[in-house]
C-alpha cells in the first residue's frame, strides 16, 4: 500500500466536501483525509497504486491542485479501517438497521394478534425503502456522485442518482400503505435488478469502491454483502407479486 501526503489549495470544509465524492469513488483509493486548518491543506491518500499524478486529476475536476509534496510516496502498513476480513465491524450500520427493522416488524405482527407472512414482508420492505432513503438524503449530491460509479444507469445519467433516494422513499410508502401492490413490486424488481447489474459488474472487475446503500454517511464497502442485500429485495418483491396475483 502507498500512503501520498500532499500539499494543496484546499481552503475550507466545503473544498473538501466537494472532493469527497470523486476520493470515495475512487478505485484503489483505500483511505483519504484532509486537514485544511493547517498551513499546507495536507491531504494524505492512502491505497495500492494510488499516485500523485490521479490525486492532482481528481482535484482538478473540482477546480483544486498540489501545490506540494511532503514527504515522497512511502509504503505503509495496511489498516484495520478497510479490512474486509471483519465484516461484524465493517458491516456493523448495516447489520444493526437490518435487526431493528426485523424487531419492529416482529413487534408489530405481535400487536396485530398474529403472523401474516405477507403483511410481515410488506412491512419490512417499506421499513427497508424509508430507512435507506433517508440516509441517502442526508447528502443528495455526494450519493448521486458515488452511486454514479458503479450504477449502470446513474452512469450514464448523473441525474438518476438524483432521482434514486425519491424512488426509494416512495417504494417505502407505498408497501406501507399497500399501495397499487403488483406495481410497486413491479417497479421494486426492476430497479432492484437493474441495481444488482452495476454491483455484479464492480465486483467481477474487483474494484474496491464504497458502497452507497446507505449513502455516504458510513463507509461500507462494495461486496457480496452488497449483492445478497439487492438480490434478496428483489427476490421479496418477486414472492410478494406471484402472492397478490395469486389472491387475484
Known amino acids: 500500500m502507498t500512503t501520498l501526503k500532499l500539499k494543496t489549495n484546499l481552503r475550507c470544509g466545503a473544498c473538501v466536501k466537494s472532493i469527497k465524492p470523486l476520493f470515495d469513488a475512487e478505485p484503489g483509493v483505500t483511505r483519504w ?16 497504486g494510488v499516485s500523485g499524478a490521479r490525486v492532482g486529476e481528481l482535484l482538478r475536476q473540482k477546480g483544486y491542485e498540489i501545490v506540494g509534496e511532503m514527504p515522497a510516496e512511502t509504503p505503509a502498513t495496511p489498516t484495520k479501517a478497510r479490512d474486509d476480513t471483519q465484516p461484524t465491524t465493517t458491516y456493523y450500520p448495516l447489520v444493526l438497521i437490518l435487526l431493528y427493522l426485523l424487531g419492529a416488524v416482529g413487534l408489530a405482527e405481535v400487536a396485530m394478534g398474529g403472523f401474516d407472512g405477507m403483511r410481515a414482508m410488506r412491512h419490512f420492505m417499506g421499513g427497508f425503502f424509508l430507512v435507506f432513503s433517508f440516509f441517502k438524503l442526508l447528502d443528495v449530491s455526494a450519493f448521486a456522485q458515488s452511486y454514479g460509479s458503479y450504477d449502470i444507469v446513474a452512469r450514464g445519467w448523473l441525474g438518476y442518482g438524483y432521482v434514486y433516494p425519491f424512488i426509494e422513499l416512495s417504494l ?7 399501495f397499487q401492490p403488483v406495481v410497486t413490486n413491479v417497479i421494486t424488481l426492476v430497479v432492484m435488478g437493474v441495481g444488482t447489474v452495476g454491483v455484479v459488474q464492480t465486483l467481477l ?26 438480490v434478496l429485495m428483489a427476490g ?12 387475484g
Open 33 to 48: 483525509a484532509a486537514d485544511v486548518s493547517t498551513p499546507d491543506k495536507l491531504l494524505t491518500v492512502e491505497g495500492d
Open 236 to 247: 421479496m418483491a418477486v414472492m410478494m407479486l406471484l402472492l397478490v396475483l395469486s389472491h
Open 205 to 230: 472487475a474487483r474494484r474496491k469502491i464504497r458502497c452507497a446503500c446507505l449513502g455516504t454517511v458510513f463507509n461500507l464497502p462494495m461486496s457480496y454483502v452488497t449483492l445478497l442485500e439487492d
Open 172 to 178: 417505502g410508502a407505498a408497501y406501507l400503505a399497500n
